[in-house]
């Protein structure tokens, strides 16, 4: 069976029909020129060579469909051509579906009236380069097989490339468009190059598609710049670029790197829902006035570094891979509300409240539909925020909530007694489990530890450094951060909690301190040994376990030494004596002193365990038991009476803390 084949529609102008059959019944479809039926092609030599006589420059031509050569075409540009200034110059022209069968020599031309290429085919290069159209400039639904060039072409009105295809590269460098350009659904599928152009009206290029780079830099937008849903499949670079009105890049998606650094975003930068699948940059760019960006999707890096955000309040959407804000000036308040970014402030100046908040859902484009994260929510990648670095930031206006903090440095922040940190923030931890020093086993207490602190101990020998995440300077640690200045970053901290009330989250900070300064070297040793002892006893206030512990060891062995050494052998029986002389009665009572002289055997016993038990308990409470103890027994009294109490105010005092508001 043979597929029926529909035959080409006739055009909606007369048409010169050359060449048709029954394959093809339409034949050529160039309109005719002059009275008779043949287009400009198929006229006959002399009847051709007639009609280039009277054209002039500034002449109009109707060439509509017609199929045109190289040496047609060079004709009718010497027949246009203005002695005056040695350019081609046209008046209205109509090339509506005419196929350029080479080259299109259009370079330098101008086009005092309005100019249609609609539905052109260029097989060759079109030079349009130094064109001036001082009318409306239609292009839409044209073929340009080859390169098209329009460098530093002037469009004085309106310039359509609607539905334009551009198989071969695109030159608009230096090209000027004082009214609107429309590029809606035009397709780039090499390089488009759009360097130092000028748009002085909005420039649309909705659902453009760019499957090569495309490159914008220097480029100027007076009025709107439009590229929703477009497509870039290449580089993207707007290097530079400065847009005046709104930037729209709606929908948009970039497959490779997007590069909008130094550019200046004069009025609003929409970015809702676009797709970075490489990397996104905007360093040095700037934003002015009220900014919403995003919510926007990055499966690489989306870097702001050195961008300054000059409006008064600034809101950034992403969810990305990594984000970075280094040296990023705020000058109103901003919120960052993010999804799994792994994210750099340090060195950002941030001169009002600047929110970091952890987005808990996807975020949801314009139609409300949630948007597609892509690799990012396909892999095992945790959403939550992490925040890396704080180091020369004044975080007096930061406030984190719900971020990651277990790999944030804050060494080098300035002002961390005023940073506000919300619930459910994260530090990193001690590791998990027992393990052995020397012969005992030991574990790492409970408790939030900043990630300086971790790299330290990540240094020391043997087991006490394993299971802690090195630094950054692990091979150089003379560059890591000393005890003294991890210290006073967690003394710093622990303010920020203390002013926030939560007394709890506080404790933490404040055992970290007192780590620091018992390992700081730079102290005198009799403090460190000091601190060394109050760690041990209690956690430095802070173990409850500890201290009851303690306190239960100490009283078992001031039960066992007054069993073997306090308590005599029997309570010593007064004896009293009087005298009567002169009418007076003289009393004198007398107690022998305690004699401990039983075997060492005899001495534990159910009885003396009970009196050693009244002492044991009366000295916690701090009283005295009323017992006759010998010398020694009186000694571990007076030391039991200070020392348990100390244990179990020590107890009630790390409760306290940490059910205190």
């Known amino acids: 069976m043979t597929a029926a084949v529909l035959a080409p529609s006739a055009p909606p102008w007369p048409h010169c029909g050359d060449g048709a059959s029954a394959a093809d019944p339409v034949g050529c479809r160039g309109v005719p020129v002059g009275a008779g039926r043949e287009c400009l092609r198929h006229l006959p030599r002399p009847a051709r060579t007639g009609y280039l006589r009277t054209l002039t420059a500034g002449s109009a031509l109707d060439l509509r469909g017609t199929p045109l050569d190289r040496p047609l075409l060079d004709a009718l540009r010497a027949a246009c051509t203005d002695t005056a200034t040695g350019r081609p110059r046209f008046g209205r022209v109509d090339f509506s579906g005419a196929e350029f069968l080479g080259d299109a020599p259009f370079d330098g031309a101008a086009f005092t009236d309005t100019a249609v290429f609609t539905g052109a085919v260029f097989a060759g290069t079109a030079r349009f380069d130094r064109a001036v159209f001082d009318d409306d400039a239609w292009f839409d639904d044209v073929v340009f097989a080859r390169d098209a060039r329009f460098n530093q072409v002037v469009f004085h009105d309106r310039a359509r490339f609607r539905r334009a295809v551009f198989r071969g590269c695109a030159w608009f460098d230096v090209a000027t468009f004082t009214s609107t350009a429309q590029f809606r659904s035009a397709a780039f599928e090499r390089t488009a190059w759009f360097d130092a152009a000028a748009f002085t009206r909005a420039g649309r ?62 009025g609003a930068a929409r970015f809702d829902a676009v797709a970075f699948a490489g990397e996104a940059r905007f360093d040095g760019a700037v934003f002015e006035g009220l900014q919403h960006l995003g919510p926007m999707v990055g499966a690489g890096r989306i870097v702001f570094d050195r961008a300054r955000f000059s409006g008064v309040q600034v809101a950034v959407e992403a969810a990305a891979a990594e984000l970075a804000f280094t040296r990023a000036a705020f000058d109103g308040s901003a919120v960052l509300r993010l999804r799994y970014a792994e994210l750099q402030l340090n060195r950002a100046t941030l001169s009002a409240p600047v929110t970091v908040h952890f987005w808990p859902v996807p975020f949801t484009g314009p139609t409300g539909a949630p948007l597609d994260e892509g690799p990012l929510g396909a892999g095992s990648l945790s959403a939550a925020v992490r925040l890396l670095d704080l180091e020369g930031v004044d975080v007096a206006h930061l406030v984190l909530t719900d971020v990651d903090l277990s790999r944030c440095r804050f060494t080098g922040a300035f002002h961390l007694d005023q940073i506000r940190i919300g619930f459910g923030c994260r530090f990193a931890a001690p590791p998990a489990g027992w393990h052995r020093r020397g012969v005992l086993p030991v574990r790492w207490s409970r408790r939030k530890v900043i990630a300086e602190e971790a790299h330290w101990r990540a240094l020391a020998p043997g087991p006490d450094g394993r299971g802690w995440p090195t630094g950054p300077h692990h091979a150089v640690p003379g560059l890591g951060p000393a005890t003294g200045d991890l210290a006073g970053v967690y003394q710093q901290l622990r303010k920020a909690f203390e002013e926030a009330r939560n007394e709890p989250d506080a404790a933490d900070f404040y055992y970290g301190e007192m ?12 403090e460190r040994r000091l601190l060394g002892a109050y760690w041990l006893a209690s956690g430095y206030g802070l173990r409850a376990s500890r201290a009851l512990s303690g306190l239960l060891a100490a009283m078992g062995v001031t039960l066992l030494a007054m069993m073997l050494f306090g308590l005599p052998n029997d ?35 159910a009885a003396r365990a009970e009196k050693a038990a009244l002492v ?19 000694v571990v009294e007076m030391a039991s009476r200070i020392g348990e109490p100390v244990l179990l105010g020590l107890a009630a005092l790390a409760v306290r803390s940490r059910v205190k508001r």
């Open 205 to 266: 290029f909705d659902g453009a598609v760019f499957r090569d780079a495309a490159w914008f830099d220097t480029a100027a937008f007076a009025r709107d710049a439009r590229f929703d849903a477009a497509v870039f499949d290449g580089l993207a670079r707007f290097t530079v670029a400065r847009f005046a009105r709104t930037a729209q890049f709606d929908a948009a998606t970039f497959a490779d790197t997007a590069w909008f650094d130094s550019a200046a975003f004069a």
């Open 571 to 605: 309570s010593p029986d007064p004896q009293t004596t009087g005298s009567y002389a002169d009418g007076a009665v003289r009393v004198t009572t007398r107690t022998p002193d305690p004699v401990l002289t039983l075997p060492l055997r005899r001495r534990v016993t």
């Open 515 to 526: 780590e620091m300064r018992r390992h700081d070297r730079q102290r005198p040793r009799a």
């Open 616 to 634: 044991v308990v009366n000295s916690v409470v701090f009283r005295s038991s009323g017992q006759n103890l010998t010398l020694t027994g009186t």
